[in-house]
């Protein structure tokens, strides 16, 4: 699972993997309201299947674990990660890690953000602050 890996590692290879879709998105996808339809910017919606994929992948990362301490070391192994993505400049991924931890599926695990909270105090609250969620 996910917990294998260190926080830098999941930050930079959500970096990575999302600069390379991010770039092979044309501007022209961005005029006039392109991106709203499908047809005219197709690569505009390949990257935002890959931020949708990318969320279910992490909320089902969190849900399978059914022991709370795992759940929560998978909460703030995510938590960690966002706050790496914003070290790397990476706003859109952590914008994406702090809608994953905000969906409601995930958000409502309390006795596991009350694990995160002793771990990490004070540190999901930056995050928040930072992407403007706060």
């Known amino acids: ?27 022209e996808e961005f005029l006039d309201k392109r991106f709203q339809q499908r047809k005219l910017s197709p690569h505009y919606h390949l990257l935002k299947e890959f931020v949708n994929r990318v ?38 991924s952590a914008v994406v890690l702090v809608g994953v931890l905000c969906d409601s599926s995930v958000h409502r695990l309390k006795h596991s953000w009350a694990e995160v909270e002793q771990v990490l105090p004070r540190h999901w609250d930056a995050v928040q602050h930072a992407v403007g969620t706060a």
Do not use: W
Not at 63 to 84: D, F, G, M, S, Y
């Open 1 to 27: 699972g996910i917990n294998t890996f260190t926080a830098q590692e999941v930050a930079t290879h959500l970096t990575m993997l999302t600069h390379v879709i991010f770039r092979g998105v044309p501007p």
């Open 55 to 92: 969320q279910f992948i992490f909320i089902s990362e969190v849900l399978r674990h059914k022991n709370l301490e795992t759940r929560a070391q998978t909460i703030a192994l995510l938590v960690r990660t966002a706050e790496v993505c914003l070290q790397l400049n990476n706003y859109d």
